[in-house]
């Protein structure tokens, strides 16, 4: 039986121009968009076409100059081409870098601390997205994509929804400046050759807080206490601030309250690479148990003391 996915992948490939003919084509993954890896007689390459129905949510112009951004400051893998109009996407193959997994993140050494440097050098570094990251504007723009479908939401959510404003309140109590973030810091968004850690698909980035992606990678990893801390040691270089930990609690919580709505977009959408209504579930769930948390009371109060 033909593989479709690489018959696609073999299609767009002859519409580059200039990289040569693709000789080894292998399936990498992804949840919503197909990725692959291409070799040529040139060079290896990493080839992204966007799944369907992401264009609803997606900026391609805006991830195109993240990607480029990324790549510049030596955070992200080179971009050798980049069509905005179809948003397919060529980098640079990174030779001998483990994609990384929950897994990875548990087992490999000292993985944590090299994710928790590579994204302070993100931070730190002199790059400008043109886009902005707005957790509650992002939620209102799901929410209405979500509403002209008719669609069901997890029990407890437009309630979670109110309950966020305590959130919201704080986080404005003593602002952080805004810095290029990545913004969706899946495990599989970074890539690690045992000595520095790169970043990928820059899809969701935009000037953000940057205790975002400290929280929302920890989320994302799984982490235990002790992997959290060694990532955050990557970062601060010691301890953070009680405030500073705070905000990173805060968005722990809050990347599931956003994402769950992205998983029900998928749901919608009837993308078949997950259960995606399971996946809602179990993100607003989660995020209902730290919401309910001690710690996430002292979050509150801790940031909104500054």
């Not at 076409?49 to 480029?68: F, L």
């Not at 400051?73 to 948003?87: I, K, L, N, R």
Request: net charge negative; proline share 4%.
């Amino acid at each position: 039986m033909k593989d479709t996915t690489i018959d696609e992948a073999l299609t767009a490939w002859k519409t580059l121009p200039g990289y040569g003919k693709a000789r080894e084509v292998e399936r990498l993954g992804g949840l919503t968009n197909r990725v692959y890896r291409i070799v040529t007689d040139r060079n290896a390459y990493c080839l992204r076409i966007p799944g369907e129905g992401t264009e609803e949510y997606i900026n391609r112009r805006h991830e195109a100059r993240a990607a480029q951004e990324a790549a510049r400051v030596g955070v992200g893998a080179p971009v050798v081409h980049f069509s905005e109009e179809t948003g397919i996407c060529v980098t640079e193959f990174l030779a001998g870098a483990a994609t990384m997994s929950v897994e990875l993140f548990k087992t490999r050494k000292g993985a944590p601390g090299r994710a928790g440097a590579a994204l302070r050098d993100l931070h730190a570094s002199d790059a400008v997205f043109e886009n902005r990251f707005e957790l509650f504007a992002m939620v209102d723009d799901y929410m209405k994509i979500l509403d002209a479908r008719d669609a069901t939401l997890p029990d407890g959510y437009r309630e979670a929804m109110q309950s966020a404003e305590s959130v919201r309140a704080a986080l404005a109590a003593h602002p952080l400046p805004l810095v290029a973030c990545h913004c969706d810091p899946l495990c599989e968004n970074f890539l690690d050759t045992g000595s520095r850690m790169w970043i990928v698909d820059w899809e969701y980035s935009g000037m953000n807080d940057p205790m975002w992606d400290l929280g929302d990678l920890s989320v994302e990893g799984q982490m235990s206490p002790d992997r959290e801390e060694e990532m955050l040691g990557g970062y601060f270089g010691g301890a953070p601030s009680p405030a500073e930990r705070g905000r990173v609690i805060i968005y722990k919580a809050m990347c599931d309250f956003l994402w769950t709505l992205w998983g029900l977009i998928q749901h919608v959408n009837q993308n078949p690479a997950d259960d995606f209504w399971a996946y809602s579930l179990n993100r607003f769930n989660r995020c209902q148990v730290l919401m309910s948390s001690q710690a996430f009371k002292q979050a509150i109060a801790d940031v909104t003391r500054g």
